[in-house]
């Protein structure tokens, strides 16, 4: 219904003096009133007595709301501190505390108690294998110099047997005294390479950083495995294309990873052709060189690549007892690599080769 100005009248005070939901309250009020009666016909004490209440309740949520925010943020902070590997902390339990969340606290602290053990028992776990295994470096390095130094001797002595021999015009008797020399030199450069992964191992191998020459490295390893290679009836290309041939880096760390990948495409290619290649070129602002080695050789199975670089790893055992070794090469390389600041990676395809990838950076490793 609208006036005759067209607007809506608004509730007549006289018929609905109070908010339908206040009235409400306040018959709960005045019912719930020790003396009803009283307030029945008083209705400004009955809403004093209901603004009563309602603020009573009010406080009382209130309280109950702040109560329970401080019980869940310490079941947070507890949380939070079994995230930060800190177990030994525990939630509070108190009687006041809200049933539920006095279980969940019980359950964390539970949890927390399994952590402490686990992680406790990881650590000890953990110390046991690093003493074993710098026990077992310690060792290594031990018994290969005990191995070594007889070696040294015996070499040296059939060096002087031979020379012996050739004076006194018995050449033929030379052919057993060279065995004996080619045996002892493999087992030395085997002894060598467990001393060398053994020092790896222990962290005793020192880098020591200085400016080379790239050209002139990668020319004498041609120089050094020229014979070799020729040998194994295989020819050497070299392609070296380097706008900053200057790297920091250690010589004879670098020196000792390109031999060993050289000396596995040598050994595993017969008739065939290596390449060593080196180039420049910057990432991410920060100058690189790579060096490569290719070879057609009998390549490495797609699930193997990776595993090659384990120690006293091959692709297969027919491949150990065709072309010897341990294993150790490119285990050794890899991790004097790393020591170097760069990274070693391998592309290969069966029956028609391998890539051998070595990233180094310009400027030498980045302090640990």
């Known amino acids: 219904m609208t006036d005759s100005s067209g607007h809506r009248p608004g509730p007549d005070p006289a018929a609905d003096p109070l908010d339908p939901r206040i009235a409400a309250l306040l018959r709960a009020a005045v019912a719930l009133a020790p003396d009803a009666a009283a307030y029945a016909s008083d209705p400004r004490a009955a809403a004093e007595t209901a ?8 406080a009382a949520l209130r309280a109950y709301r702040e109560r329970t925010e401080r019980q869940m943020e310490e079941l947070f902070n507890t949380i939070t501190a079994f995230a930060a590997l800190d177990y030994d902390r525990r939630a509070l339990v108190h009687d006041d505390n809200d049933e539920l969340i006095n279980a969940m606290a019980i359950g964390l602290n539970m949890m927390g108690e399994e952590l402490s053990h686990t992680m406790k028992a990881l650590v000890r776990a953990r110390d046991e294998a690093l003493a074993a295994s710098r026990a077992k470096s310690a060792f290594l390095a031990n018994i290969s110099h005990e191995l070594r130094t007889p070696l040294n001797a015996i070499i040296g002595y059939a060096e ?49 950083l200085e400016l080379v020459d790239l050209r002139t490295l990668l020319h004498e390893l041609q120089t050094t495995l020229a014979p070799s290679v020729k040998d194994a009836g295989n020819v050497l290309h070299t392609r070296v294309e380097l706008e900053r041939p200057l790297i920091h880096t250690d010589p004879l760390r670098l020196q000792q990873i ?37 070879d057609t050789g009998i390549g490495i199975p797609a699930d193997k690549l990776e595993s090659i670089f384990d120690a006293f790893t091959q692709v297969d055992d027919t491949s150990t007892r065709r072309f010897g070794g341990t294993g150790l090469g490119l285990a050794i390389s890899r991790r004097l690599c790393d020591l170097l600041g760069g990274t070693i990676v391998v592309t290969s395809e069966l029956r028609r080769g391998s890539t051998f990838r070595v990233r180094l950076p310009v400027d030498g490793p980045q302090p640990r």
């Not at 017969?270 to 180039?279: E, H, N, Y």
């Open 51 to 58: 603004l009563a209440v309602v603020a009573a309740e009010l």
């Open 160 to 208: 002087i047997i031979r020379e012996d021999l050739v004076d006194a015009g018995q050449e033929a008797l030379t052919i057993d005294v060279d065995r004996l020399q080619i045996a002892s030199r493999h087992l030395l450069n085997l002894i060598q390479d467990v001393l060398d992964l053994a020092r790896i191992e222990a962290g005793r191998v020192d880098v020591r």
């Open 258 to 294: 390109l031999l060993n990948i050289l000396g596995n495409a040598n050994k595993f290619t017969v008739g065939g052709d290596i390449t060593l290649s080196a180039r420049d070129h910057d990432e991410h602002g920060r100058a690189f060189v790579d060096i490569t080695v290719t």
